[in-house]
Structures are given as structure tokens and as C-alpha cells.
């Protein structure tokens, strides 16, 4: 069941360091050097953004080290935008595609506006009247060829499925 020891000297010196052993462990676990602790539960990780200052009393207390959290955070952020493959994966995913796509709406939305504006504030009858056919009937002609651009490509789709099959 448990390990033949030769002498009882042997057992109480096992008995020992299994004693530091556990106190070493609740050292740990309660905290009393924070950075030792976050480093034994990070592996490391929390080394290099933490400091132990010493205070007037005598105390030690462990700091964080912004300056060095701040330069991790940049050179990720730095090495991910500069990383053109990670751009590329963000110009082809859904997001990107819907970014794009609500750009160019939005953009479209601004140009027809203001020409609307211009237009209506201009003195020209035929000018003015442009402007008021931009406003109410633009987005009725977007509306049916959006409508129609959608159908269109559910056709295609299932045309293409069906060839498929």
C-alpha cells in the first residue's frame, strides 16, 4: 500500500519535505507573493508586466507595468494589420464583405443627397425637378433592382445546384 522505508529517520525527513513541500503550495495559493503566484498559475506569462516595488515602510507591493502592456498590445495590433494574408482573410470573410458593402451605401446615400440638395436649391425648373425625382424615386428604382438582383441570383443558384446534381 504505501513505500517500505528502512529506518524511521528516513520517514520523518520524507515527512519534512512533504511539509515544505505543502506550505510552499499555499504560499502559492494564498497569494502571498502575488507575483510569484501569477506566475506559477500563468507559466511566465505575467512576468514580464509585473513589478514588486519595495515601499518607504518596508512593505513589497506589486505593480503593473503599463508601459510594457502597452507595447505588447501595439506590436500584436502592429504585427496583425501588417500581416497581409490577415488582411486579405478580412477583405474575403463575411465581415469585410458587409463593411464593404455598407461603405458603399453609405457613400452612394451621400453622393445622391447632396446632388439632390444642390439640385433642388438650384434656380433651373428642370434642375429642381431632378432633385425632387432623386428624392422620391430613386429609392423606389433601388428598391426593385434590388429586388430583382436578388432573384436573379437565387435563380443562378439553384441552376447551378441543379447542374451539380
Do not use: C
Request: hydrophobic residues 35%; without cysteine.
Amino acid at each position: 500500500m504505501g513505500t517500505k522505508y528502512n529506518s524511521l529517520e528516513e520517514l520523518r525527513r520524507k515527512k519534512l519535505l512533504l511539509q515544505k513541500e505543502l506550505s510552499e503550495m499555499e504560499d502559492l495559493l494564498t497569494f502571498d507573493n502575488t507575483k510569484e503566484s501569477l506566475s506559477a498559475f500563468t507559466n511566465g506569462f505575467t512576468d514580464k508586466f509585473l513589478q514588486d516595488e519595495i515601499q518607504p515602510d518596508g512593505e513589497s507591493k506589486t505593480t503593473l507595468k503599463s508601459n510594457e502592456i502597452m507595447r505588447e498590445i501595439s506590436n500584436s495590433v502592429k504585427d496583425s494589420v501588417l500581416n497581409k494574408s490577415a488582411v486579405l482573410g478580412f477583405a474575403k470573410s463575411d465581415t469585410g464583405l458587409h463593411l464593404l458593402e455598407n461603405t458603399l451605401k453609405i457613400g452612394a446615400v451621400t453622393f445622391v443627397g447632396n446632388y439632390a440638395r444642390k439640385s433642388i436649391a438650384n434656380s433651373n425648373w428642370k434642375k429642381k425637378l431632378i432633385g425632387l425625382a432623386l428624392i422620391y424615386l430613386a429609392p423606389i428604382a433601388l428598391r426593385f433592382f434590388r429586388k430583382k438582383l436578388v432573384e436573379y441570383q437565387k435563380s443562378q443558384t439553384t441552376s447551378s445546384i441543379r447542374q451539380l446534381i
